[in-house]
């Protein structure tokens, strides 16, 4: 089972409800996926994937670091100043997001209006859990949930993408005018 840990300020997300919906686009197995939102630092070994959000004041960031499997990926901010200086004590992936030029993934355009409409680029190859090279792309995101920032929109859409969904299923819901939402 693959386990996603979101390190967060904030004790229950829509990121992850956007990201199980994702994945269920993708028919990837929810079975095979553990999503847990952490606020304190807490439970974190064992993570194949981390999400740092940013804004966690009470996190010991080297314990967190260390509670990821090796070979791991992290998926980082790279806008966060908290995060200038990270060290990395073992092998793992690091993905970023962001408005950053250096980013891993990024927006290169964002429209708010009735729901919000990203187009979500991938800046630099990455692979996904399974192997699978993802070639630096562009495809649209639509959501109706207006309670997201685009950052953690780029956030989910890396996760699922990291897990196995494929720009073609996500922004296949777009051409038939619907847009992603969720319970």
Known sequence: MTSIVLVEDRKLTPISNFIADLCEISDIDRRKISIRSIKDGEGLEGSHIMLLNGGQPNLNLARALDAI???????????ERNFA????????????????????????????????????????????????????????????????????????????????????????????????SYV
């Not at 499997?69 to 806008?79: K, L, R």
């Not at 680029?121 to 639509?142: D, K, N, V």
């Not at 920032?149 to 890396?158: G, H, Q, R, Y």
């Open 85 to 180: 200086g990270l060290r990395l004590s073992k092998p793992v992936r690091l993905i970023t997001y962001g408005y950053n030029p250096k980013s891993t993934v990024t927006a290169s355009s964002i429209i708010v209006h009735d729901n919000i409409s990203i187009q979500y680029c991938i800046q630099r190859q990455f692979s996904t859990l399974a192997g699978i090279i993802l070639e630096p792309q562009e495809f649209l995101i639509r959501t109706n949930h207006m309670n997201l920032a685009a950052e953690d929109i780029l956030a989910a859409v890396s996760i699922a993408m990291l897990c196995g969904a494929s720009a073609d299923k996500i922004s296949g819901v777009n051409q038939t005018n619907q847009a992603l």
């Open 69 to 79: 499997v090796a070979g791991g990926v992290i998926i980082m901010n790279s806008d």
